[in-house]
């Protein structure tokens, strides 16, 4: 059975990196698939920050091309986020999915970032 | 790249069927078969329940059906049940390798 859990910071002061990472467990990234990181600022709907593949290859959402970094260790089974310059407006549940025929089939449990002094 | 477009809320009572909507452009629903659905209860993580357009995912009832005309897809439950009281959310491939979801739509059983 194949399960994410997101881990990282809750509190995160604006101007800084916002950091998390994916741990999956019942399968091997090295094995395929495509990883993702979607969130949820607190009442609105889901949004997709961006997707990555075992090899490195990342896609990344148009407006965040900017600030994020997806990268993976495939040796630790993780997947990471990095999200530079934070404002109010990326406080939001962090989730971590796996992509399948662009369907994210598996989520993690998410992860609250709160991004206040 | 905009959100889907998707009703705020439907309601139902127990035993009828409602569909919920999700109209997009040519750019991502109209030219793609690769559009989902998911499930959200309050407080829980999103869980898939239709993949392109139509397909059920092992161990998801038979109630829920999805399908698309032209840039608008459509998520059908039939016979409403108090445990489908959630939010769902509709995503589509946007070409280029992203992808794009619906704003959302809240779901009350009567």
Request: charged letters at 15%; aromatic letters at 10%.
């Amino acid at each position: 059975q194949v399960q994410l859990q997101e881990s990282g910071p809750g509190l995160v002061k604006p101007s800084e990196t916002l950091s998390l990472t994916c741990d999956v467990s019942g399968f091997s990234i090295s094995s395929g698939y495509y990883w993702t990181w979607v969130r949820q600022p607190p009442g609105k709907g889901l949004e997709w920050i961006g997707t990555l593949y075992h090899t490195g290859t990342t896609y990344y959402r148009p407006s965040l091309r900017s600030r994020v970094t997806l990268s993976v260790d495939t040796s630790k089974n993780q997947f990471s986020l990095k999200l530079i310059s934070v404002t109010a407006a990326d406080t939001a549940v962090y989730y971590c999915a796996r992509l399948w025929t662009e369907a994210f089939d598996v989520w993690g449990q998410g992860t609250m970032v709160t991004v206040a002094s | 790249q905009s959100a889907l477009t998707q009703p705020a809320s439907v309601s139902g009572s127990p035993g009828q069927s409602i569909t919920i909507s999700c109209t997009g452009t040519s750019g991502d629903v109209g030219n793609s078969n690769l559009v989902s659905w998911y499930q959200q209860p309050p407080g829980k993580a999103p869980k898939l329940i239709i993949y392109e357009v139509r397909e059920r995912p092992a161990g998801i009832s038979d109630r829920f059906s999805g399908s698309k005309s032209g840039n608008t897809a459509s998520l059908t439950i039939s016979g409403l049940q108090a445990e489908d009281e959630a939010d769902y959310y509709c995503c589509s491939y946007a070409g280029r390798s992203t992808l794009v979801f619906g704003g959302g739509t809240k779901l009350t059983v009567l």
